[in-house]
């Protein structure tokens, strides 16, 4: 091991490091978790590619020890929109030490947080110079969280965080400043709710795939909602093969309020289904999701939402859903309300969460400018972001919907490269959604 670079644990112990000159060398560590085994000259690669490309902090995949025996654990490389709080750099971490210095002297923030201090560290970092992957294996560690993913996918909410998460956004809102990508509510652009000619108030969205057993119950709890205005059903049947177009045809037959749509094309994901579906002359002034997987609540969940536009003046109407099995049962973590979100820092904040809540309303005037990209993860968060930028959105914290939890959901057990491919997916996102804020600060048309 490399003797000029000291190694701490804690982040806390690495600022107080640094500026009692404890850390002296070009280089200093923070290795996480105990019992890490390093590669021969780990140490040297790491500050020899830092040194060469420039970094101001390198980090590396790893090997995991654990049931299963040893995997490789590859992460995933920074980039600008990487502002989850949850994002993998391993255990081991390694950091330009003058860098760290001013961090330490001359921000602020640095001394302020309990729990964020790292958080707050790598995104000041980020701002000075380059934080770098290497897509190199260097150490082992035990495996230290053996949970599926749909297990682990809720940790970012949990409210027994919510200091955490509190001081998280804290952290997040003043990096956002510094580098001119804040939204303030002063630039939310007002909406005609009242704009436009609809057949119905309002649409229920469903977009499916495969889905013979969990379709009919979606389709019919739609059905029951109970409104002093009109609406239906739109369903886009992406090309089922497992019997799941016969339900729908035969839903269709039975009540005129269902309108099924089966692609020209064969091309589409979930975001070019959606798109479908408002874009189509039967789409209501008001498109509302439901997964084909899931149910609402109760039969006013729908006329909730549609108040909820009025009430609050808003483009998007974000409302809570209860994680259950198919015996609705409640599940882990229960009620997913977003609690986080305020009316005056929430569009900042959603660029550090991975997700905005369901179901998910959108005004269809403003949805048909705002398309959906065409994919089949996180379309609808990159349309959350684009509609708050500009505009308000709403919230409704009381039960709307069900989250059904079932092996076929398809989020419920994803592999280390599935999982890194979503997050640099949303990782993408929120880096297209920085450049469009800052463009907008720069522009003057705020």
Same mark, same amino acid.
């Given at each position: ?7 701490? !644990? ?13 850390? /002296?060398? /070009?280089? !200093? ?14 140490? $040297? ?27 490789l654990h590859p992460v995933t490389d920074y ?17 330009? !030490? ?82 001119? %990508? ?14 436009g000619t609809f057949p119905v108030g309002a ?9 013979? /057993? ?54 589409? $994901? ?21 997964? $084909? ?21 808003? %483009? ?14 409640? *599940? ?25 809540? %369901? ?16 994919? $089949? ?7 959350? *972001? ?17 989250? /059904? ?42």
């Amino acid at each position: 091991m490399n003797e000029e670079i000291r190694i701490f !644990t804690t982040c806390g112990e690495l600022l107080s490091g640094v500026m009692s000159g404890v850390s /002296r060398g /070009r280089w !200093t560590a923070l290795q996480t978790q105990p019992g890490i085994i390093y590669k021969e000259n780990a140490w $040297s690669r790491l500050t020899g590619v830092a040194e060469a490309v420039g970094a101001a902090m390198i980090y590396c995949d790893r090997y995991e020890c654990g049931a299963s025996g040893l995997v490789l654990h590859p992460v995933t490389d920074y980039q600008a929109g990487s502002l989850r709080d949850d994002f993998d750099f391993g255990s081991v971490l390694v950091f330009r !030490t003058e860098l760290v210095r001013g961090f330490a002297e001359t921000c602020g923030e640095a001394r302020r947080y309990k729990y964020s201090g790292l958080y707050a560290l790598r995104l000041w970092l980020a701002r000075q110079g380059l934080v770098f992957h290497l897509p190199e294996a260097l150490y082992t560690a035990e495996l230290s969280d053996e949970r599926t993913s749909g297990e682990r996918q809720f940790d970012y909410i949990n409210p027994a965080n919510g200091d955490v998460q509190r001081e998280r956004e804290l952290a997040v809102t003043f990096h956002l400043r510094e580098i001119n %990508a804040l939204v303030r509510p002063g630039q939310r652009l007002p909406v005609d709710l009242s704009a436009g000619t609809f057949p119905v108030g309002a649409s229920v969205v469903i977009p499916v795939r495969n889905r013979v /057993r969990t379709i009919r119950d979606a389709v019919e709890s739609a059905l029951t909602q109970q409104c002093p205005f009109e609406y239906n059903v739109i369903v886009v049947d992406n090309h089922s093969t497992d019997g799941t177009t016969d339900i729908l045809r035969r839903l269709a037959a039975e009540d005129k309020r269902v309108r099924l749509i089966i692609p020209e094309r064969d091309d589409l $994901s979930i975001g070019g289904c959606w798109n479908r579906a408002v874009n189509d002359a039967a789409c209501g002034r008001f498109a509302v999701q439901l997964d $084909s997987d899931d149910l609402y609540s109760s039969p006013k969940t729908l006329q909730t939402i549609v108040d909820a536009f009025y009430a609050q003046g808003a %483009a998007m109407v974000i409302g809570s859903y209860r994680v259950c099995d198919f015996g609705l049962n409640t *599940l882990a973590p229960g009620l997913v309300s977003h609690a986080e979100w305020s009316d005056a820092n929430g569009a900042n904040n959603a660029l550090r969460v991975n997700g905005l809540g %369901a179901p998910r309303a959108f005004f269809t005037p403003l949805l048909r400018s705002i398309p959906f990209p065409d994919v $089949s993860y996180g379309e609808d968060y990159a349309v959350g *972001l684009a509609v708050s930028r500009r505009y308000k959105i709403g919230r409704i914290y009381d039960e709307l919907y069900l989250c /059904r939890r079932w092996e076929g959901n398809s989020d419920a057990v994803l592999t280390a490269e599935q999982t890194n491919r979503n997050n640099i997916y949303k990782d993408r996102l929120r880096t297209i959604e920085l450049a469009e804020r800052i463009k907008l600060n720069t522009s003057g048309d705020v």
